[in-house]
């Protein structure tokens, strides 16, 4: 590349006023990786990422018995990551919410007219710019998606991207900070064509497009069979040929963005920030004299606690090879009993990777959160299968299922750094680079 080039490449940049800035790993790989996740990074500010320090930034009575917990189960509004709609007080709205009174000043105005047909569909109110139907933001005309979608899938950019300067017509932000290449080939559907699909579908069947915002999916079927008119498909809303029609793409596109919603719930309770580590859980079992010291823990370590004596080695003690005498009566020797039997918890075990020195213990299905993502994007690839015209059943050459999982490997490393920084560092580093596991982190 010639200086010219250089020089071009560096002031379009430096136009976005936003540098590639990421806390500085204690292995170069991570910023590497990060650097080819991002294809903006590679293309127009390798230069500059070498000439620049990388900055800092903050990343954020007795147990009840059988009968009594289940009942508690059944009153239980909404579980953690359930594929539900959206409400006012929904984790999803929530976040958004938040991010909508952070941003405030750069919400764009809402199109009058769309919000005029808003409320044909129920209780609609505004608040400076911020249009809410049943008490859920819903964003009002193109630009108002534009700045919604950013908002509420902010997990797929840049950490450092600026919302109100992605998806407005600036390719070099987009290219910068989005990660659209990466979730087309890790999914086949980028946020980018799905917000596509929504500006036009709000302008044919705000109806419809409602009830994919608020993830009304039953919803959205009885309205697509009771439309006799055709429906509005962006060209290339996925990346390889569907089986069926546009009704049909379009929730499977919604469908596939909510999980990407759930995803992030379940990712932003497995965190190592959340302080539940084989350490801290240890420490405080050492320290507790009854089952009332657990009790009156108000930490998620003891919340933790709380739940390990409704774990499986704990209602099924003959899972337990090493049993303990006082189990039966006391609800602390329960609980210990569970942990120590545990392959978690004990030395020999290798399967968890160490995380600032310390090892993490909460799971989903089985999962940690360094390989919570990769596992569901790739769940997530093979149910689309059934969808596709081919079946997913395409050519098996090995370098395009090696493409696909580092793409798939990359983005997922993005999304983590977004909940939790110092597991994203550990994804990150090769193999070859990586300390024995009873050693192995980072310190952020």
């Given at each position: ?116 047909r808003l409320q044909h569909l129920g209780c609609v109110d505004i608040l400076d710019n911020v249009c809410s139907l049943d008490g859920v933001p819903i964003p009002a005309g193109p630009s ?301």
């Amino acid at each position: 590349m010639d200086a010219m080039a250089i020089r071009a490449r560096r002031a379009e940049v430096e136009e976005l006023d936003m540098l590639p800035l990421l806390p500085k790993p204690p292995a170069a790989s991570f910023e590497l990786n990060f650097a080819r996740a991002f294809e903006g990074l590679t293309k127009c500010a390798s230069d500059i990422i070498k000439d620049n320090p990388l900055l800092d930034f903050d990343l954020e009575g007795a147990f009840p018995a059988p009968c009594t917990l289940a009942r508690r189960l059944e009153e239980q509004d909404r579980w953690l990551g359930m594929r539900d709609g959206l409400t006012r007080n929904h984790w999803v709205v929530e976040k958004l919410k938040t991010s909508l009174t952070i941003y405030r000043e750069h919400v764009p105005a809402p199109d009058q007219a769309t919000i005029a047909r808003l409320q044909h569909l129920g209780c609609v109110d505004i608040l400076d710019n911020v249009c809410s139907l049943d008490g859920v933001p819903i964003p009002a005309g193109p630009s108002q998606i534009s700045f919604f979608v950013v908002l509420r899938w902010q997990w797929l950019f840049h950490p450092l991207a600026q919302p109100w300067k992605v998806y407005v017509g600036n390719v070099s932000a987009d290219r910068v900070f989005a990660t659209d290449h990466l979730q087309e080939a890790a999914v086949g559907l980028s946020l980018k064509r799905f917000r596509d699909q929504l500006i036009a579908t709000q302008a044919e069947n705000v109806s419809f497009f409602a009830s994919l915002w608020l993830r009304r999916f039953d919803e959205a079927e009885r309205i697509l069979r009771a439309c006799t008119d055709g429906v509005v498909l962006v060209e290339g809303l996925f990346k390889f040929a569907m089986k069926r029609g546009a009704k049909e793409q379009i929730v499977v596109a919604a469908s596939i963005m909510s999980e990407w919603e759930r995803l992030f719930e379940l990712a932003d309770r497995l965190k190592f920030s959340r302080g539940v580590t084989r350490e801290t859980v240890l420490k405080a079992l050492e320290k507790a004299n009854s089952w009332s010291d657990i009790l009156s823990l108000t930490t998620d370590v003891g919340t933790y606690l709380v739940g390990c004596a409704a774990s499986l080695r704990a209602i099924h003690r003959t899972m337990n090879s090493k049993p303990s005498a006082d189990s039966e009566t006391c609800t602390l020797a329960l609980v210990r009993e569970a942990i120590t039997n545990s392959p978690v918890f004990q030395d020999r075990y290798r399967r968890i990777a160490m995380v600032s020195g310390q090892r993490p213990v909460l799971f989903f299905a089985g999962v940690e959160l360094a390989k919570f993502l990769p596992v569901m994007l790739e769940q997530m690839f093979d149910n689309l299968a059934r969808h596709r015209t081919d079946g997913g059943k395409v050519s098996l050459v090995h370098r395009v299922a090696t493409d696909r999982r580092r793409n798939a490997m990359l983005l997922s490393m993005i999304v983590t750094s977004n909940v939790c920084q110092p597991t994203a560092q550990v994804m990150a580093l090769p193999i070859e680079n990586k300390p024995p596991r009873e050693t192995q982190g980072n310190s952020c």
